[in-house]
């Protein structure tokens, strides 16, 4: 299960920051990554960080956010600075996890939890 948190209403050049913590039966948390959807447009990748490895963002978002994992909190969080109305959108948190060391595993996602950048 992921529970994101975080969202909210903010003015333009303002600063969020979310949060999304993995629970249950976890063996290993390979990648952990935000997306976001807007009304009327797809889903799009934010920010996302492998389990090694360096992390990548959408051009649209660099310089702008940045993300990071707390391994031991199973926690992955997204620092968004410099917001504009083009970032208001639900914003959501996946997980590829494994819950067994036989086991492939598979992707997770959270309930999106929105953000709303006031111009």
């Known amino acids: 299960q992921l529970q994101a948190s975080g969202g909210g209403l903010v003015q333009a050049g303002g600063s969020l920051r979310l949060s999304c913590a993995a629970s249950?039966?976890?063996?290993?948390?390979?990648?952990m990554g935000w997306y976001r959807q807007a009304p009327g447009k797809q889903r799009e990748l934010v920010a996302v960080m492998p389990s090694s490895g360096n992390e990548n963002y959408a051009d649209s978002v660099k310089g702008r956010f940045a993300i990071s994992r707390d391994n031991a909190k199973n926690t992955v969080y997204l620092q968004m600075n410099n917001l504009n109305a083009e970032d208001t959108a639900a914003y959501l948190c996946?997980?590829?996890?494994?819950?067994?060391?036989?086991?492939?595993?598979?992707?997770?996602w959270g309930k999106g939890t929105q953000v709303t950048v006031s111009s």
């Open positions: 996946s997980a590829h996890i494994k819950t067994r060391s036989i086991d492939p595993g598979m992707v997770y």
């Open positions: 249950g039966t976890i063996f290993r948390i390979n990648f």
